[in-house]
Each structure stands twice: as C-alpha cells, then as structure tokens.
C-alpha cells in the first residue's frame, strides 16, 4: 500500500459549511475512508491510500461544489456521499442537485436528494401512473406534491387532487369529534401540510374555493372520472384491492397518478390482503405503469430515522428466515 498526500484548495467562504461544525464532516470523511487530513492556510492535505486519497479529494471537492451551487450541506448529505463513493458514483451527487422541481413560498428549492428520488421524479415527468413505494422519511408524498403543483403551474392539468383512505391507526373515527370533514381532515393533514408548504395558505385557499385543488377521502372517488388532473393517493398500502381497482379506474385523459404507499405500516385489519401490494403484483407488465422502490439509503429526515428504518428492516429480515427455518424443520419432521 503506497501513502500519498495531495493538496487540494476549497474557497474559503464555504469552509465552514463544507466541513462542518467543529470539522465534524472531515471526521466523517476520515473515519469512513480511512484518511488523514491536514487543514492549514486555507489548503486542505489528505494523507493515505492513493485510492482513498483519491475517494476523499473527490467527495470534498463535489461537496464544495454543493456549497458553492447555495446548498446547505448536512450531515446526512455527507453520508450519502460517501456511500456512493464505494459504488464509484460520488459524481451523481451534482448531477442529483441540478434537477430542481419548484421552489418553497419562502424560496427554498425543492430537489430530489438521492438516486432514488432522482429516478422517482423522473418516472413521474414520463409515465402515466407511477408507484412510490418505500419506508418513511424518503419524500414519497412531499416530491409526488411538488410534481403535481409545478404541473398545475405550469397548466399541463387544470386541478389536483389529493386523496388517501381514512384507515384508523388504532383510534376509531366515530369517537372523533365534528362533522365528516373533522373526522377525516387528521388523515389528510400530510397533504395539507406540503401544500401550505410548497404553495403557500392564500394560494391554496384560492385554489380549494375555485375546486381547482381537492383533498378527499379515497371513498369519494367512487363513480367519478377524473380528467386533466394531477391525482395522488397516499398511504395506498391501506387500501383494500377493490379499493385500488375502483382507484385506477377512475382515470380519465390528461390525468397522471402517483400512488405512494409504505407496505411496512398497514393499518388494515389482520389477514386482509393491501390494495398496493396486490396492484404491483397484477400491473407489473404493464409498460406505461412506473414503480419505483426507494429504500433506506433514500431516507432524508434526521440520520436515526435511516438507522431505525434499517433495524426494523433487518430484525423483519430475521424474523422471515426463522419461520422458513421452521416450517422446513416442521416438513422434514412430518416425512420421519
């Protein structure tokens, strides 16, 4: 193994932003690919393996890139550049960034920030229907939003329409206090949520009056047929498949659908079969249907949500090859 050192030179204005509080990126970045760092009159030395020196130079110059494009870099985006070094991808982390959805109505960008969520929006700009299906926290519900009001923005349809099924997680609706609309309205809170966020409240209040944008429970759809409409259906996996069914064909021309669901947090009653499971299932050979399978690399909320994400994956894992160890053991008892 041959030691290498090289230079390299990051501005000084995005120092502070490139290695963190307290250099707590550089630590990151050393711990992870095994290299010293030198930092000293505004130059940055990298000691070690002339493959991770080369790792290393190249993770901190796309950061500083970032940082000069007006990016926030965090903890979490430098952890996911160092995953993609080990798959010698550290450059698809620029060409991530450039694709910009919309923005905020304080400004604020909205892009996708993983490969995955990279190949999420780009199955919705080209497909008619696309399934996002994947753990919390990787902006299924948020980037389907941003996409559905740039296209209403931008008048390639004439209304939204948000939907998701009023399943009780553990509390019963009757026992809710108010009318209907009171009763559901918690359900759809999310979506609520990111179109106050992405459009603000004046501009969404305008819009609902004019029925241009509509938040209702999956159930309303029923005998209806939905043209030029951007048409997004969360938490699908609590749907039932004459739910689903009853869903997709409501679609009329001019219309696109994203349906996002997380198939690890069904609300539905034990034993009955999820409407999305079933779906992806039934249209896996359909060419104009896009499905896109985000993980836990695609997690972009706090780092603990990524590592409780992977945990219940991995126990789920366990779990799984246990009853398969035990009903071969039960098999080869019954031929004895």
């Known amino acids: ?198 459009m603000g409240p004046d501009s969404y209040a305008k819009n609902m009056e004019k029925g241009l944008i509509e938040v209702a429970p999956l159930a309303y759809m029923r005998g209806r047929t939905l043209d030029n409409a951007f048409i997004i259906l969360d938490e699908a996996q609590n749907t039932t498949p004459a739910q689903m069914k009853m869903f997709l064909t409501r679609i009329g021309f001019g219309s696109k659908v994203v349906i996002t669901g997380d198939l690890s947090q069904k609300d539905l009653p034990q034993g009955q079969v999820s409407g999305l499971d079933h779906a992806l299932k039934v249209l896996s050979r359909v060419d104009e249907i896009g499905v896109s399978q985000l993980t836990s690399q695609d997690v972009v909320r706090h780092p603990l949500v990524q590592k409780i994400v992977k945990a219940y994956d991995a126990y789920e894992e366990r779990t799984s090859q246990r009853k398969k160890q035990r009903a071969k053991r039960g098999k080869y008892e019954e031929k004895k």
């Open 1 to 198: 193994m041959s030691i290498v050192e090289t230079i390299i030179d990051i501005p000084a204005e995005h120092e502070k932003n490139v290695f963190g509080q307290f250099d707590a990126y550089i630590k990151m970045i050393e711990r992870n690919l095994n290299v010293t760092t030198v930092s000293r009159n505004g130059e940055l030395k990298l000691i070690g393996d002339a493959k991770k020196v080369a790792k290393a130079k190249s993770v901190f110059l796309k950061l500083a890139e970032l940082s000069e494009r007006g990016n926030t870099i965090t903890e979490q985006l430098v952890a996911y550049a160092l995953s993609l070094c080990v798959e010698d991808k550290e450059g698809a982390i620029v060409e991530i960034d450039s694709d910009l959805i919309c923005n905020t109505i304080q400004g604020k960008p909205i892009k996708p920030k993983t490969l995955g969520q990279k190949s999420y929006v780009d199955q919705i700009r080209n497909k008619m229907i696309v399934f996002g299906v994947g753990p919390a926290g990787t902006g299924k519900t948020y980037l389907a939003m941003a996409m559905g009001i740039t296209a209403f923005k931008n008048d390639e349809v004439s209304r939204i329409i948000l939907t998701r099924p009023a399943i009780e997680a553990g509390e019963k609706l009757g026992f809710l206090p108010g009318d209907l609309q009171s009763k559901v309205d918690p359900y759809l809170r999310p979506l609520y949520d990111a179109l106050y966020q992405i």
